[in-house]
C-alpha cells in the first residue's frame, strides 16, 4: 500500500466507521495512482438530485449517476460539508462524531436474484440470433452474483482493501440513502487536468498475462469490441464539433489480474465549454456498457436483464475538487446489503461470441473483485 495511506490506515477505518454507524451519506475515494484519499460527508440528509442529467455542471461535490436515466434511479452529489483529504487526524474524528446520525436503516433487503449460468447462457444464445438477423451488432449484457455474508459492517476493510489491491483503479465508497456501494474500475470515463479533457474506450477482457499485452495476439472479435467504443467516442466528439483531439491507441493495458484493450482521446477544455454538460449526456451509455446500436441495445437490456443495474455501469466521481472533474465507469462494483453482497458484471456480446466464453469472462471479472474478501482480517 501506498505509504500515505498506510501511515493512516487505523484513523480513516475508524472515520468511515463513523460514518456507518451514524448512516451518514459520504463518499470516500483514491484517485488511480494518487497516494491519498478524500472522505466527503454532508452534515443533513438533504442529498442533491440532478434530475434526469446535468443541465448545467453542479458544484463542488461527489456526482452519482446511474445506468438509465429512464429507470427512477436518481443522479446525486453528495456535498462536501466535511472534506477530509489525504489523511485523517484525531481531531477530525472528533468532528465527525459531532454530527447528528440518523435513523435510516443501512441499505434495503430489495436484492435481486443471482442470475443463474443456464438463463445468461440462453440470453446470450439470443442475442447472437438477433444479431444475426441485423437488429443489432452488440449488446452488453450484465448479470448478479450474491455472496452472503455479513460483509456492511465490514466495508471499511473492503475499502481499504480494494484501494491496497488495485493502485490504478479509481476505488470508491459511497452511502446514499441507504444504499451502499463499493468497487475498484479501471476505466475513466471522461476527466480533467488543467485545460484538457480526456475519455477512454475500454473493451476486451483477459486473464493478465504478458502476452497480452501485445494487441497483435488480441482476436477479431475483441477488436471488434473496442472499435464499437472508439466510434462511438469519435461521433460524439465530431457532434460537438470538436476536431482537433489527440487519439492515442489501440493498445493493450493492464488493470489488476486482468488484461484489457484501450483507445485515449485528449482534447481542450476550451472546446466543449458550455456545452459539456450535453457532451457528458452524449458520450453515455458508451457501447462499451450498453452496445450498438445503443437504442436498440438498451431496449433489449430494460425487457431481458431480470435486474435494475441502479449504478453499475453508470458512472460516479469528484467535480469540482481535485480539478474540475474526475468521473470513471461505476464498474467491478458491488451493493453491500447487511447480509449479502451483491456484484454486477457483464460482457459485450457480438457475433463471434461463445456463449461459455462470455460466462467465463464474467466469473473472471466476479472473482477479481471477491478476491479482496479472502485478505480481509
Avoid at 497483435?216 to 460524439?236: A, P
Avoid at 458484471?345 to 457480438?350: A, E, K, L, R, S
Wanted: hydrophobic content about 35%; proline content about 5%.
Amino acid at each position: 500500500m501506498m505509504p500515505d495511506v498506510l501511515k493512516h490506515k487505523n484513523l480513516l477505518l475508524k472515520a468511515l466507521q463513523i460514518c456507518l454507524d451514524k448512516k451518514l451519506i459520504f463518499a470516500v475515494y483514491r484517485l488511480p495512482g494518487k497516494p491519498g484519499i478524500s472522505l466527503i460527508v454532508q452534515k443533513d440528509q438533504q442529498v442533491k438530485e440532478l434530475g434526469n442529467i446535468i443541465s448545467n455542471f453542479p458544484e463542488r461535490g461527489f456526482l452519482i449517476s446511474p445506468f438509465s436515466r429512464n429507470s427512477g434511479d436518481k443522479t446525486y452529489l453528495i456535498r462536501p460539508d466535511y472534506l477530509i483529504q489525504d489523511e485523517v487526524t484525531p481531531d477530525q474524528l472528533d468532528e465527525l462524531n459531532s454530527i447528528t446520525g440518523f435513523s435510516i436503516n443501512g441499505a434495503d433487503r430489495n436484492y435481486p436474484e443471482e442470475t443463474q449460468k443456464k438463463q445468461y447462457i440462453s440470453q446470450i444464445e439470443n442475442i447472437i440470433a438477433r444479431i444475426k438477423k441485423g437488429e443489432f451488432e452488440k449488446v452488453v449484457l450484465s448479470r448478479v452474483r450474491s455472496v452472503v455474508g455479513n460483509y456492511y459492517k465490514r466495508l471499511p476493510g473492503i475499502f481499504y482493501q480494494l484501494c491496497e489491491t488495485y493502485k490504478d483503479a479509481f476505488v470508491y465508497l459511497f452511502c446514499v440513502k441507504g444504499n451502499c456501494w463499493t468497487g475498484a474500475t479501471p476505466e475513466p470515463f471522461i476527466c480533467s487536468s488543467g485545460g484538457e479533457l480526456s475519455t477512454v474506450s475500454l473493451a476486451g477482457t483477459r486473464p493478465y498475462d504478458p502476452a497480452n499485452m501485445d494487441i497483435g495476439n488480441w482476436n477479431e472479435k475483441e477488436l471488434l469490441e473496442l472499435d464499437y467504443v472508439t466510434r462511438h467516442i469519435e461521433q460524439v466528439l465530431f457532434d460537438f464539433s470538436v476536431s482537433d483531439f489527440n487519439r492515442t491507441g489501440p493498445y493493450a493495458t493492464r488493470a489488476g489480474n486482468l488484461s484489457h484493450l484501450r483507445t485515449d482521446f485528449k482534447f481542450a477544455l476550451t472546446s466543449a465549454g458550455s456545452r459539456l454538460p450535453l457532451l457528458i449526456n452524449a458520450l453515455h451509455p458508451t457501447p462499451a456498457v450498453c452496445g450498438m446500436a445503443s437504442g436498440k441495445a438498451m431496449d433489449y437490456i430494460r425487457n431481458s436483464e431480470t435486474h435494475s443495474r441502479e449504478y453499475y455501469s453508470g458512472f460516479l466521481g469528484p467535480v469540482g475538487m481535485d480539478d474540475l472533474l474526475q468521473l470513471y465507469m461505476n464498474l467491478r462494483c458491488m451493493k453491500v446489503f447487511h447480509d449479502r453482497l451483491i456484484l454486477f458484471v457483464g460482457g459485450g456480446i457480438t457475433h463471434d461470441s461463445v456463449p461459455e466464453d462470455e460466462w467465463e469472462e464474467t466469473e473472471i471479472k466476479a472473482d477479481t473483485l471477491l478476491s479482496v474478501l479472502q485478505h480481509l482480517k
